[in-house]
Protein backbone atom coordinates (compact mmCIF):
# COMPACT_ATOMS: atom_id res chain seq x y z
CA UNK A 1 0.00 0.00 0.00
CA UNK A 2 1.69 3.39 -1.42
CA UNK A 3 2.35 5.44 1.89
CA UNK A 4 1.08 9.48 1.67
CA UNK A 5 4.19 11.20 1.94
CA UNK A 6 3.74 13.95 5.18
CA UNK A 7 3.08 17.24 4.56
CA UNK A 8 4.97 20.37 6.11
CA UNK A 9 2.57 22.35 7.91
CA UNK A 10 3.86 26.09 7.60
CA UNK A 11 3.24 28.52 10.29
CA UNK A 12 0.42 31.01 9.48
CA UNK A 13 1.82 34.49 8.39
CA UNK A 14 0.47 37.78 10.40
CA UNK A 15 0.16 39.10 6.78
CA UNK A 16 0.06 38.28 3.01
CA UNK A 17 2.28 39.91 1.09
CA UNK A 18 1.46 42.03 -2.16
CA UNK A 19 2.69 39.98 -5.58
CA UNK A 20 2.23 40.33 -8.95
CA UNK A 21 0.12 38.09 -10.86
CA UNK A 22 2.73 36.00 -12.60
CA UNK A 23 4.98 35.91 -9.24
CA UNK A 24 2.13 34.51 -7.78
CA UNK A 25 0.93 31.74 -9.37
CA UNK A 26 4.63 30.68 -10.33
CA UNK A 27 5.09 30.39 -6.51
CA UNK A 28 1.68 28.49 -5.89
CA UNK A 29 2.18 26.21 -8.23
CA UNK A 30 5.73 25.64 -7.03
CA UNK A 31 4.05 24.62 -3.74
CA UNK A 32 1.30 22.55 -5.11
CA UNK A 33 3.49 20.95 -6.71
CA UNK A 34 5.66 19.60 -3.74
CA UNK A 35 2.21 18.74 -1.74
CA UNK A 36 1.29 16.42 -5.00
CA UNK A 37 4.09 14.20 -4.78
CA UNK A 38 2.34 11.83 -2.87
CA UNK A 39 0.50 10.98 -5.96
CA UNK A 40 -2.63 9.89 -4.03
CA UNK A 41 -5.62 11.73 -4.82
CA UNK A 42 -8.61 9.70 -6.56
CA UNK A 43 -7.57 11.24 -10.31
CA UNK A 44 -3.48 10.04 -9.88
CA UNK A 45 -5.13 6.24 -9.46
CA UNK A 46 -8.49 6.02 -11.25
CA UNK A 47 -8.08 9.25 -13.73
CA UNK A 48 -9.59 8.99 -17.17
CA UNK A 49 -5.99 8.36 -18.20
CA UNK A 50 -5.84 5.18 -16.35
CA UNK A 51 -9.18 3.63 -17.24
CA UNK A 52 -8.80 2.64 -20.86
CA UNK A 53 -7.69 -0.97 -21.94
CA UNK A 54 -3.29 -0.26 -22.78
CA UNK A 55 -3.41 -3.57 -24.46
CA UNK A 56 -6.15 -2.50 -26.61
CA UNK A 57 -5.58 -1.76 -30.08
CA UNK A 58 -5.07 2.03 -30.65
CA UNK A 59 -8.97 2.43 -32.07
CA UNK A 60 -9.90 0.98 -29.15
CA UNK A 61 -8.18 2.92 -26.43
CA UNK A 62 -9.01 5.88 -28.05
CA UNK A 63 -12.94 5.10 -27.91
CA UNK A 64 -12.61 4.58 -24.22
CA UNK A 65 -10.60 7.22 -22.98
CA UNK A 66 -13.64 9.10 -24.98
CA UNK A 67 -16.26 6.75 -23.14
CA UNK A 68 -14.21 7.28 -19.61
CA UNK A 69 -14.50 11.10 -19.61
CA UNK A 70 -18.08 10.94 -21.11
CA UNK A 71 -18.64 9.11 -17.87
CA UNK A 72 -16.70 11.40 -15.74
CA UNK A 73 -18.80 14.00 -15.62
CA UNK A 74 -20.87 14.46 -12.66
CA UNK A 75 -19.12 11.68 -11.23
CA UNK A 76 -16.49 10.85 -8.42
CA UNK A 77 -13.35 9.11 -9.63
CA UNK A 78 -14.22 6.23 -7.87
CA UNK A 79 -17.60 5.51 -9.40
CA UNK A 80 -16.30 5.85 -13.25
CA UNK A 81 -13.31 3.87 -12.46
CA UNK A 82 -15.81 1.00 -11.56
CA UNK A 83 -18.24 1.58 -14.28
CA UNK A 84 -15.33 1.44 -16.88
CA UNK A 85 -14.25 -1.72 -15.23
CA UNK A 86 -17.58 -3.30 -16.21
CA UNK A 87 -17.76 -2.04 -19.85
CA UNK A 88 -14.73 -3.12 -20.23
CA UNK A 89 -15.49 -6.48 -19.14
CA UNK A 90 -18.44 -6.60 -20.85
CA UNK A 91 -16.71 -5.50 -24.48
CA UNK A 92 -16.23 -1.73 -24.84
CA UNK A 93 -15.42 -1.24 -28.69
CA UNK A 94 -17.90 0.75 -31.00
CA UNK A 95 -19.17 -1.95 -32.39
CA UNK A 96 -20.07 -3.80 -29.04
CA UNK A 97 -21.49 -0.49 -27.65
CA UNK A 98 -23.73 -0.01 -30.90
CA UNK A 99 -25.13 -3.50 -31.03
CA UNK A 100 -26.16 -2.98 -26.53
CA UNK A 101 -29.56 -2.38 -26.00
CA UNK A 102 -29.60 0.85 -23.95
CA UNK A 103 -31.26 -0.70 -21.29
CA UNK A 104 -28.53 -3.05 -20.76
CA UNK A 105 -26.37 -0.37 -21.04
CA UNK A 106 -27.82 1.52 -18.25
CA UNK A 107 -27.55 -1.26 -16.04
CA UNK A 108 -23.46 -1.34 -16.31
CA UNK A 109 -23.23 2.40 -16.15
CA UNK A 110 -25.27 2.74 -13.15
CA UNK A 111 -24.64 4.50 -10.58
CA UNK A 112 -22.54 6.84 -13.03
CA UNK A 113 -24.44 10.48 -12.96
CA UNK A 114 -27.00 11.05 -14.92
CA UNK A 115 -25.97 7.03 -16.40
CA UNK A 116 -29.43 7.22 -18.32
CA UNK A 117 -28.82 10.03 -20.50
CA UNK A 118 -24.80 8.83 -20.62
CA UNK A 119 -25.82 5.90 -22.31
CA UNK A 120 -27.84 7.61 -24.88
CA UNK A 121 -24.99 9.92 -25.43
CA UNK A 122 -22.39 6.62 -25.79
CA UNK A 123 -24.74 4.79 -28.45
CA UNK A 124 -25.20 7.75 -30.26
CA UNK A 125 -21.35 8.82 -30.72
CA UNK A 126 -20.64 5.35 -31.32
CA UNK A 127 -22.55 5.41 -34.32
CA UNK A 128 -21.14 8.46 -35.50
CA UNK A 129 -17.45 7.47 -34.64
CA UNK A 130 -18.74 4.50 -37.32
CA UNK A 131 -20.18 6.36 -39.84
CA UNK A 132 -17.70 9.24 -40.22
CA UNK A 133 -14.99 8.53 -38.21
CA UNK A 134 -13.97 4.39 -39.40
CA UNK A 135 -14.61 3.53 -35.93
CA UNK A 136 -12.29 5.74 -34.59
CA UNK A 137 -11.88 9.02 -32.35
CA UNK A 138 -12.18 12.33 -33.68
CA UNK A 139 -8.74 14.30 -33.38
CA UNK A 140 -9.63 17.77 -33.34
CA UNK A 141 -11.67 19.58 -31.13
CA UNK A 142 -14.85 20.73 -33.70
CA UNK A 143 -14.95 16.45 -34.32
CA UNK A 144 -15.04 15.67 -30.29
CA UNK A 145 -17.36 19.08 -29.30
CA UNK A 146 -19.79 17.77 -32.57
CA UNK A 147 -20.60 14.39 -30.51
CA UNK A 148 -23.86 13.93 -28.25
CA UNK A 149 -22.26 14.86 -24.59
CA UNK A 150 -18.76 15.83 -24.96
CA UNK A 151 -17.34 19.70 -24.46
CA UNK A 152 -14.75 21.47 -24.24
CA UNK A 153 -13.18 19.96 -21.48
CA UNK A 154 -13.70 16.62 -22.26
CA UNK A 155 -12.25 17.32 -25.72
CA UNK A 156 -9.12 19.02 -24.58
CA UNK A 157 -8.31 15.66 -22.22
CA UNK A 158 -9.19 13.53 -25.44
CA UNK A 159 -6.55 15.31 -27.54
CA UNK A 160 -4.29 15.19 -24.62
CA UNK A 161 -4.41 11.66 -23.53
CA UNK A 162 -5.95 9.29 -27.05
CA UNK A 163 -3.68 11.75 -29.50
CA UNK A 164 -1.04 13.22 -27.50
CA UNK A 165 -1.98 16.46 -29.08
CA UNK A 166 -2.27 19.57 -26.94
CA UNK A 167 -4.26 22.23 -28.01
CA UNK A 168 -5.56 23.72 -25.06
CA UNK A 169 -5.93 23.58 -21.45
CA UNK A 170 -8.58 21.37 -19.77
CA UNK A 171 -10.88 23.34 -17.13
CA UNK A 172 -12.98 21.45 -14.98
CA UNK A 173 -15.02 22.44 -11.64
CA UNK A 174 -11.20 22.11 -9.67
CA UNK A 175 -9.76 23.54 -12.19
CA UNK A 176 -12.23 26.47 -12.36
CA UNK A 177 -12.77 27.01 -8.55
CA UNK A 178 -9.10 27.15 -7.22
CA UNK A 179 -7.24 29.44 -9.89
CA UNK A 180 -10.23 31.67 -8.67
CA UNK A 181 -9.10 31.00 -5.03
CA UNK A 182 -5.88 31.09 -5.99
CA UNK A 183 -6.49 34.79 -7.49
CA UNK A 184 -5.33 34.48 -10.59
CA UNK A 185 -8.31 35.63 -11.97
CA UNK A 186 -11.83 36.18 -12.07
CA UNK A 187 -14.00 34.35 -14.01
CA UNK A 188 -17.50 33.04 -13.68
CA UNK A 189 -17.11 30.32 -16.17
CA UNK A 190 -15.08 27.42 -17.08
CA UNK A 191 -14.49 28.42 -21.02
CA UNK A 192 -13.48 32.02 -19.61
CA UNK A 193 -11.06 30.48 -17.12
CA UNK A 194 -9.93 28.64 -19.58
CA UNK A 195 -9.16 31.29 -22.43
CA UNK A 196 -6.99 32.98 -19.51
CA UNK A 197 -5.20 30.27 -18.08
CA UNK A 198 -4.00 29.89 -21.66
CA UNK A 199 -3.09 33.99 -21.54
CA UNK A 200 -0.68 33.29 -18.72
CA UNK A 201 0.27 30.27 -18.61
CA UNK A 202 3.56 28.68 -20.83
CA UNK A 203 2.56 25.65 -23.05
CA UNK A 204 4.29 23.33 -21.21
CA UNK A 205 2.26 23.64 -18.41
CA UNK A 206 -1.19 23.10 -20.61
CA UNK A 207 -1.14 19.29 -19.82
CA UNK A 208 -0.11 19.14 -16.71
CA UNK A 209 -2.21 21.91 -14.54
CA UNK A 210 -5.38 19.63 -15.19
CA UNK A 211 -4.13 16.75 -13.28
CA UNK A 212 -1.67 18.95 -10.44
CA UNK A 213 -5.11 21.18 -9.80
CA UNK A 214 -7.66 18.24 -9.99
CA UNK A 215 -5.84 16.48 -7.39
CA UNK A 216 -5.62 19.13 -5.22
CA UNK A 217 -8.75 19.95 -5.01
CA UNK A 218 -9.78 16.60 -4.23
CA UNK A 219 -7.03 16.49 -1.26
CA UNK A 220 -6.59 19.96 -0.01
CA UNK A 221 -8.34 22.54 -1.41
CA UNK A 222 -11.55 21.43 -1.20
CA UNK A 223 -15.37 22.29 -2.50
CA UNK A 224 -16.50 22.55 0.90
CA UNK A 225 -14.17 23.25 3.82
CA UNK A 226 -10.58 23.45 2.15
CA UNK A 227 -8.00 22.23 4.15
CA UNK A 228 -6.12 25.48 4.72
CA UNK A 229 -4.51 24.47 7.83
CA UNK A 230 -2.31 22.14 5.99
CA UNK A 231 -2.20 23.88 2.75
CA UNK A 232 1.47 25.09 1.87
CA UNK A 233 0.10 28.14 -0.18
CA UNK A 234 -1.77 29.67 2.80
CA UNK A 235 0.34 32.74 3.17
CA UNK A 236 0.19 33.55 -0.47
CA UNK A 237 -3.73 32.53 -1.03
CA UNK A 238 -6.33 35.20 -0.91
CA UNK A 239 -9.01 32.77 -0.19
CA UNK A 240 -6.77 31.15 2.80
CA UNK A 241 -9.02 31.09 6.01
CA UNK A 242 -6.02 30.30 8.42
CA UNK A 243 -5.62 34.02 9.43
CA UNK A 244 -9.00 34.26 9.86
CA UNK A 245 -9.69 31.72 12.64
CA UNK A 246 -6.47 32.53 14.39
CA UNK A 247 -7.82 36.39 14.45
CA UNK A 248 -11.14 34.60 15.48
CA UNK A 249 -9.67 32.79 18.16
CA UNK A 250 -8.03 35.41 19.87
CA UNK A 251 -11.29 37.59 20.48
CA UNK A 252 -12.81 34.99 22.37
Known sequence: MKRSARIRIPEPVAEKKSYDIEDL????????TEM??????????????????????????????LLALMLSSQT?????????????????????MIEIPTSDLEKL???????????????KAA??????????????LEGLCSL?????????????????????IAVDTHVHRIVNRLGWMKTDTPERTRAKLQEMLP?????????LLVGF????CLPVGPKCDVCLCQGICPSSTVENSKKSSKKR
Open 148 to 168: SGVGPKMAHLVLQIAWDKVDG
Open 127 to 140: EVLKEKYNGDVPNS
Open 36 to 65: RKAGDAPVDTMGCHKLADPLASPETFRFQV
Open 217 to 220: GQKI
Open 25 to 32: WKQQLERI
Open 76 to 96: KDEVTSAAMMRLRKHGCTVDS
Open 203 to 211: RSHWTTINP
Open 109 to 123: LCPVGFYKKKAVFIK
